[in-house]
């Protein structure tokens, strides 16, 4: 029996050199990355959405945050956030390398002392991969954040990590999935992405 995953994973567009060169180093540093399809969907919705503010929450070395910088118009512009300076500067040096680094900014500050006085608003997307057990109050921040019609995305929703990010994770998703300013789904991509656009 063919394992599915892989052969569609040899169907797909080779990974830019540089991503490639930002995961393997990522993996040999022990950090985790968000799956391949989870960030070949962040770009198709940059893409086809033309989304110019986007917010990212937990930037870790950068591969998710690339992965949208690449697929951003001209005047597109990311704020992520990461509280670790070394991880940050690791990412800076991505951003740069890709002639991106005038369209990222980074905040190194803990997301829910910057999300209250978050200066920008109607974005058109949020995306959240970091402490599932802060993903609540990662939500209702950011709600407000967007415009109507925006997208939030987190992800692990499906965490088999351990046992205490897997009860978060769990439980986060039924709140999400019911949430009255959101339509929301769960799709099986990765470790679980969840995905709701708003409605309110």
Same mark, same amino acid.
């Given at each position: 029996?063919?394992?599915?995953?892989?052969?569609?994973?040899? &169907?797909?567009?080779?990974?830019?050199?540089?991503?490639?060169?930002?995961?393997? @180093?990522?993996?040999?540093?022990?950090?985790?990355?968000?799956?391949?399809?989870?960030? @070949?969907? &962040?770009?198709? &919705?940059?893409?086809?959405?033309?989304?110019? !503010?986007?917010?990212?929450? #937990?930037?870790?070395? #950068?591969?998710?945050?690339?992965?949208?910088?690449?697929?951003?118009?001209?005047?597109?512009?990311?704020?992520?956030?990461?509280?670790?300076?070394?991880?940050?500067?690791?990412? !800076?040096?991505?951003?740069?390398?890709?002639?991106? #680094?005038?369209? %990222?900014?980074?905040?190194?500050?803990?997301?829910?002392?910057?999300?209250?006085?978050?200066?920008?608003?109607?974005?058109?997307? %949020?995306? %959240?991969?970091?402490?599932?057990?802060?993903?609540?109050?990662?939500?209702?921040?950011?709600?407000?954040?967007?415009?109507?019609?925006?997208? %939030?995305?987190?992800? #692990?929703?499906?965490?088999?990590?351990?046992?205490?990010?897997?009860?978060?994770?769990?439980?986060?998703? !039924?709140?999400?999935?019911?949430?009255?300013?959101?339509?929301?789904?769960?799709?099986?991509?990765?470790?679980?992405?969840?995905?709701?656009? @708003?409605?309110?």
């Amino acid at each position: 029996m063919h394992d599915s995953a892989a052969d569609l994973e040899t &169907l797909q567009r080779e990974v830019p050199p540089l991503l490639a060169e930002l995961e393997a @180093r990522a993996r040999c540093d022990g950090l985790a990355t968000i799956p391949q399809a989870t960030a @070949r969907l &962040l770009s198709l &919705l940059v893409h086809c959405m033309q989304a110019n !503010r986007i917010l990212e929450i #937990g930037t870790a070395y #950068g591969y998710a945050t690339l992965w949208m910088t690449l697929a951003l118009p001209p005047a597109g512009k990311i704020w992520t956030i990461e509280p670790d300076i070394e991880r940050a500067r690791i990412a !800076r040096e991505y951003f740069d390398r890709a002639g991106k #680094g005038e369209q %990222v900014e980074i905040i190194n500050s803990p997301a829910l002392d910057i999300l209250p006085r978050f200066p920008q608003r109607n974005l058109d997307i %949020v995306f %959240v991969d970091a402490d599932a057990a802060d993903y609540e109050a990662y939500l209702a921040q950011s709600i407000p954040l967007l415009k109507l019609s925006g997208l %939030v995305l987190f992800n #692990g929703l499906l965490s088999r990590g351990s046992d205490s990010q897997s009860e978060h994770a769990g439980r986060f998703a !039924r709140a999400f999935l019911n949430h009255p300013d959101l339509d929301a789904t769960l799709i099986p991509l990765g470790n679980g992405t969840g995905i709701g656009a @708003r409605i309110r």
